[in-house]
């Protein structure tokens, strides 16, 4: 009996821990965080922000800049997202203007560039770090194939990169979007669209994110894909042949940034994830990926990229 009572004691602990473990897990708040961050990305942000605040749990809802906005915008009689994440400032501004994001002024706010946040006070949304265009060109096909490497926007409309280059297309991809923008502002909307008549000529395919295009050049599928530094670079350091160019002309950019929804029934939780985003913690992840963070005092040069990356954008 004695041993009865002392199993059937240990067996009422071990219950009672565990409901209360399943008690603790059930009281944490969920996040639901809208982002275009890169996938390979989101495990370490994630982590991250919740050892900092282990009451909150991010549960992401990840696709392309393009295919993010449409679905916030579609959802906005009935909002499900909690925080945007990882998402084009340019998108954000839209969101802005739709009356959907929620202006919050997280301490430290100062620290943030000017330029890498929106000016009103408070801020409906706050720059993390900035992406870039950025041709990828895989050497080994290239040389196979007898295709030079470009050094500038226009080589890519030679006749020889014919059915060689692929690019993200711009409704579905942030990275697309700002190319076209880019082109158009650099030469105008006649001579900007001229160049991109030339240029698609010698497409042989628009993919639906910024990425696909330099995976696909760097797996030799293509010799050039158009992307941005952050993939090249990952390409490169799994051993690609590649090479990045950054072509002189100018380079099409934008933010990515985070911002509260609206909609959000959580927004104590949701402020935390904006504190948290502009933290040294945080910022020193953005640097990782990216050469420019929106605290330019935590900025590190990254391998491949141009010191003069920044006058380039």
Not at 79 to 92: I, L, N
Not at 223 to 235: D, H, K, L, P, T
């Amino acid at each position: 009996m004695k041993f009865a009572s002392t199993t059937a004691g240990k067996l009422f602990a071990a219950v009672a821990l565990s409901l209360l473990a399943a008690g603790a897990h059930a009281q944490k708040t969920q996040l639901s965080v809208y982002t275009a961050l890169e996938t390979d990305q989101l495990k370490a942000y994630k982590e991250g922000f919740e050892k900092a605040n282990p009451a909150i749990e991010i549960v992401w809802v990840r696709d392309s800049t393009g295919i993010v906005t449409a679905k916030l915008l579609a959802e906005k009689a009935n909002p499900k997202a909690d925080v945007v994440m990882g998402v084009a400032a340019t998108s954000m501004a839209v969101f802005d203007n739709e009356g959907m994001l929620v202006p919050y002024a997280p301490p430290g706010l100062s620290r943030i560039s000017a330029q890498y946040r929106d000016p009103k006070n408070p801020p409906a949304w706050i720059g993390m770090d900035v992406w870039g265009a950025t041709i990828c060109y895989n050497t080994a096909e290239g040389a196979k194939r007898s295709i030079p490497k470009p050094e500038s926007w226009r080589d890519l409309t030679k006749p020889v990169y014919k059915g060689q280059v692929v690019m993200p297309h711009p409704a579905s991809s942030g990275t697309g979007f700002f190319d076209v923008s880019a082109w158009l502002q650099m030469w105008g909307e006649t001579d900007g669209w001229k160049y991109m008549d030339g240029l698609h000529e010698n497409i042989a395919q628009y993919m639906h994110s910024g990425s696909r295009p330099c995976a696909a050049a760097a797996a030799g599928e293509y010799v050039v894909g158009i992307s941005f530094e952050y993939r090249a670079n990952r390409e490169k350091a799994r051993g690609a042949p590649i090479d990045l160019v950054f072509p002189k002309e100018g380079l099409g950019w934008d933010l990515e940034a985070i911002g509260i929804h609206k909609g959000t029934k959580n927004l104590a939780a949701a402020q935390k994830l904006v504190d948290w985003s502009i933290t040294d913690e945080a910022m020193a992840l953005y640097a990782a990926n990216f050469a420019i963070v929106a605290v330019p005092a935590l900025s590190k040069p990254l391998p491949n990229v141009p010191a003069d990356y920044a006058a380039r954008l």
